[in-house]
């Protein structure tokens, strides 16, 4: 038994059924998406702090406002779904350690697929690259991550590979999830953070889990007041790598998800049993906006969780002790435009 929200006095309702997946997926261009009903879906993981999932809350329990103005929930559901995600891992010619550090994170991932789940990998160098489309073949998934042995080049270009993703992933229906594996620098895209930070924002139904590797090596190198060496010996200073650090961050903060920054390799388990289970377990808010005009501005969200009659929420666990609980959703969305 898990952690519980109190007062609760009524049944849980019963679990909502995953949306049907596709029996064959040969390729992203057969996948299409709706984007013209006014509808907003926003999903939403409550956590304790320690990552269980609090699954007693009820559509009353929650609060969301656009723009600062309540928003009148239209449906809500608690289910537990299979994944689709693309892993994207940074797999270049620069840190033998980072190299490592972002085969272990890709293979621990690897490790908790389940048979329903849909998973595609891309690894990007100087350029991004399909290694498998989507698949519910474990095996492949591995076969794929086992092409990863001699990075080809040192050039890093995390934006044009992230960019290319999302633009592939919006002809897949459905919520969709980013595991991003990268140390998070960036040394060669064509296009700047501000147009990919734009295009994360403008995107409805992905959510971005980064896990920024190589700390360990970054954290010897500092303490010898050397800057961590990226790529040819090419020297990377401290102050590079954490505007790396806080633009992963922002990429996950705005969709909904977490950064992660494993020290260890017997953090990764507990990392991505962390992820999959905040994946799998959620809830599924949707309104219709106030402000119903299709004008393209970007609508700031807010989700809430509290008692029913508005107050507090407090959250025990089994002991019955209260527990502190954290509240994890987008931080907003781009209206879309109506084409004149």
């Known amino acids: 038994m898990g952690p519980y929200a109190i007062p609760k006095?009524?049944?849980q309702p019963p679990l909502a059924l995953p949306p049907e997946k596709p029996s064959k997926i040969e390729g992203l261009l057969d996948y299409s998406i709706h984007v013209n009903v006014p509808l907003v879906e926003i999903p939403v993981s409550v956590t304790t702090k320690d990552g269980q999932f609090i699954s007693s809350l009820q559509k009353d329990?929650?609060?969301?406002?656009?723009d600062g103005v309540p928003?009148?929930?239209s449906s809500f559901a608690v289910f537990q779904a299979p994944i689709t995600a693309v892993l994207l891992v940074e797999f270049?010619?620069?840190n033998y350690a980072f190299v490592i550090d972002a085969l272990r994170a890709s293979y621990s991932f690897a490790n908790t697929l389940k048979k329903d789940d849909w998973v595609a990998v891309v690894s990007c160098d100087i350029k991004p690259q399909t290694l498998l489309d989507f698949t519910q073949d474990k095996g492949a998934i591995f076969g794929a991550l086992n092409q990863l042995r001699i990075p080809g080049f040192a050039e890093t270009t995390l934006f044009d590979?992230?960019?290319?993703?999302l633009d592939r992933m919006d002809r897949v229906e459905g919520h969709k999830y980013i595991i991003l594996v990268s140390t998070g620098f960036d040394s060669f895209s064509k296009i700047n953070l501000d147009q990919i930070t734009k295009k994360i924002r403008s995107t409805h139904d992905v959510?971005?889990?980064p896990i920024s590797v190589g700390w360990l090596a970054r954290e010897?190198?500092?303490a010898t007041g050397r800057a961590a060496p990226h790529g040819l010996g090419i020297p990377i200073s401290r102050i590079d790598y954490l505007q790396a650090d806080n633009e992963l961050q922002t990429f996950a903060r705005l969709t909904g998800g977490r950064f992660y920054q494993p020290r260890f390799e017997a953090e990764y388990r507990e990392v991505f049993h962390d992820i999959v289970g905040e994946i799998r377990n959620q809830y599924e808010i949707s309104f219709r906006p106030t402000n119903s005009k299709l004008d393209g501005s970007y609508r700031k969200l807010k989700v809430e969780v509290v008692a029913p009659d508005g107050g507090a929420l407090k959250v025990r666990n089994q002991k019955g002790k209260d527990v502190k609980f954290q509240v994890i959703a987008r931080e907003g969305y781009t209206a879309k435009k109506t084409v004149e």
Request: hydrophobic share 30%; no cysteine; glycine share 0%.
């Open 220 to 222: 010897r190198y500092e």
């Open 71 to 73: 928003q009148t929930i």
């Open 9 to 11: 006095k009524r049944d």
């Open 92 to 94: 270049a010619s620069t």
């Open 161 to 165: 590979a992230l960019y290319d993703t």
């Open 61 to 66: 329990n929650f609060r969301v406002y656009e």
């Open 207 to 209: 959510t971005i889990f």
